[in-house]
C-alpha cells in the first residue's frame, strides 16, 4: 500500500518554534561564551562580498588577524570553516603525495592530523607520547634523524588532554632537518601567547570558538615565508579545490579574483571578536586567562580535585580534572547543565568517563564564572556522595586577593 502523503507534504511550518535556547554559560572545551557585540555584528545586514565596503573589513580582519599572531606573515586569512578544515588547509597545501611529514602526537588532535596525512598519500612519521603528556624533543630528533620530513606538525594546546607543548626546541630541530615547522593553534589563540614570527612557526591555523569566543566557522590561518615558497613549488595541485591557498590567496589578496563567496557575517563577526580582543591588549587577555586558571585550579584542588596534567605543563584555557571515584560524569554534566546552565566538557578518547575539562576561553574566562562553577560543582559533588573538602570559594579567592 502507498502512503497517502509523504512525511514532507505534511509539514506544518506553526510546529516549529523560535529559536530560543536560553540562558547558557560555555565552559567546554569550546564554543565559548560570545560577546554580545559580536552577535550584534553578525547580525548587520549581508551585503555583496566585492562591495567595496565588504573588501575593507576583509582587509581588517586580516589586519586584526596578524596582530593577534603577532606576525607580518602577508598570508593571513580566515579560512572558511571551522578549525578542522584549517587544519586539512595546511597539511594539503604543504604536503604532496610521497612527501614524508612528522606528526606528534600526544591526544586527539595529533591523531587527526596524522589521519588526513595518511589520507593525502603523505608518509607519516609518528612520534608519540603518552596522552597528557608532552611531545620530547629528543623523540622527535631521534624520529627524525634519518628522514627527510617536508613538515613536522604539533599541537601546541592539546584540549584533549589540558597539555601545552612547548614549542622552541621543537621548531629549532624541525628547522635543523630542513622541515616545515606547523603549528595547530585552535585552543591556544587569543589565550596565550602564539606569536609565530618570533616563535619560528612556518604556518599555524586556529579557530573562532575557543579564546576568540566568535561562533564556530572560521580559521584563521598563516603562512610564512617558507611555507609559501613550498606551496609555489608544488608539483602537484592541491588535493582539495575549496581549501587551495594558491587561488584563496588571489581573493584575500588585492587582485580580489573570486574563488568561494567569503561568509560574510561571520567575518563581520571575526572582526568585531578582533576588535575586542585588540581592545584589551594581547598580554592583559593572556594574564587575566592565567589568573582565572589559577583560581579555578586552586578551588578544584580545595575541593580534593586532582587536575590530569602537572603543574608545569598545564594549559590556562583548557583544565582537565579527574573525576572522583564513584561519582557519574553524566550524571554530574546534566545537573550542571539543566540547574545551573553551565556546561563543562566530558573526557576524549582514553579520558571518557575519566576526566572532566574545564573552559575558561575567552569571554567564558571570568572570576564570576569561576565562581559559580566551584559552587555548583560544590553542591553536586555533595548529592554524588563525594566526600567534599571544605574551602573551594576561599582559595580561589585567595588567588584573586593576592593582585589587588
Ligand atoms: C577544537 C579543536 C580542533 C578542531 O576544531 P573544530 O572547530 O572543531 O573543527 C582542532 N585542534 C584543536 C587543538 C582543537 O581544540
Not at 621543537?170 to 616545515?180: N, T
Not at 575549496?242 to 563567496?261: P, Q
Not at 592583559?284 to 580535585?305: I, P, S, T
Not at 573551594?392 to 579567592?397: E, H, K, N, Q
Request: glycine share 10%.
Amino acid at each position: 500500500m502507498e502512503k497517502a502523503c509523504k512525511g514532507w507534504e505534511i509539514l506544518n511550518a506553526d510546529d516549529f518554534r523560535d529559536i530560543n535556547p536560553g540562558d547558557r554559560i560555555l565552559m567546554g572545551p569550546g564554543p565559548s561564551d560570545v560577546p554580545a557585540r559580536t552577535l550584534q555584528a553578525i547580525a548587520a545586514p549581508c551585503i555583496g562580498h566585492l562591495d567595496p565596503y565588504f573588501l575593507a573589513i576583509m582587509n581588517e580582519a586580516q589586519q586584526l588577524l596578524r596582530y593577534l599572531f603577532q606576525t607580518e606573515n602577508e598570508l593571513t586569512i580566515p579560512v572558511s570553516g571551522t578549525g578542522s578544515a584549517g587544519m586539512e588547509t595546511c597539511f594539503v597545501n604543504l604536503v604532496e603525495p610521497g612527501d614524508e611529514v612528522a606528526v606528534c602526537i600526544n591526544g586527539v588532535f595529533g591523531t587527526r592530523m596524522a589521519d588526513i596525512v595518511t589520507r593525502i598519500g603523505g608518509k607519516l612519521i609518528r612520534i608519540d607520547a603518552e596522552w597528557g603528556t608532552t611531545i620530547d624533543p629528543e623523540a622527535l630528533r631521534q624520529a627524525i634523524k634519518d628522514r627527510n620530513p617536508k613538515v613536522v606538525a604539533v599541537v601546541h594546546a592539546e584540549t584533549s588532554t589540558g597539555a601545552c607543548q612547548p614549542l622552541e626546541e621543537l621548531a629549532r630541530i624541525s628547522h635543523d632537518a630542513g622541515a616545515l615547522f606547523l603549528v595547530d593553534a585552535v585552543t591556544s589563540l587569543a589565550g596565550m601567547p602564539v606569536a609565530i614570527d618570533d616563535m619560528k612557526i612556518d604556518a599555524v591555523y586556529s579557530g573562532t570558538q575557543k579564546c576568540i569566543s566568535g561562533p564556530p566557522g572560521l580559521s584563521p590561518v598563516s603562512f610564512g615565508p617558507a611555507a609559501v615558497k613550498a606551496l609555489e613549488r608544488r608539483k602537484s595541485p592541491v588535493v582539495s579545490w575549496y581549501l587551495d591557498l594558491s587561488m584563496v590567496r588571489d581573493y584575500w589578496g588585492s587582485e580580489r579574483k573570486y574563488h568561494h563567496t567569503a561568509p560574510i557575517n561571520m567575518i563581520y563577526g571575526l572582526r568585531e571578536g578582533l576588535r575586542l580582543i585588540a581592545e584589551e591588549g594581547l598580554e592583559q587577555r593572556f594574564e587575566r586567562h592565567r589568573l582565572n586558571h589559577r583560581a579555578l585550579v586552586a578551588g578544584l584542588e580545595a575541593m580534593g580535585l586532582a587536575m590530569l596534567v602537572p603543574e608545569s605543563i598545564r594549559l590556562p584555557m583548557l583544565n582537565a580534572v579527574r573525576i572522583p571515584d564513584g561519582v557519574e560524569d553524566i550524571n554530574v554534566r546534566k545537573v550542571l547543565l539543566n540547574q545551573y546552565g553551565i556546561e563543562i566538557g566530558g573526557g576524549l578518547g582514553q579520558f571518557a568517563g575519566r576526566v572532566w575539562r574545564i573552559g575558561i576561553m575567552g569571554q567564558s574566562c571570568r572570576r564570576r564564572n569561576v565562581f559559580l562553577l566551584l559552587a555548583a560543582l560544590e553542591t553536586i559533588l555533595k548529592t554524588e556522595g563525594y566526600h567534599v573538602q571544605p574551602g573551594a570559594l576561599d582559595a580561589a579567592t585567595a588567588v584573586y586577593d593576592q593582585v589587588c
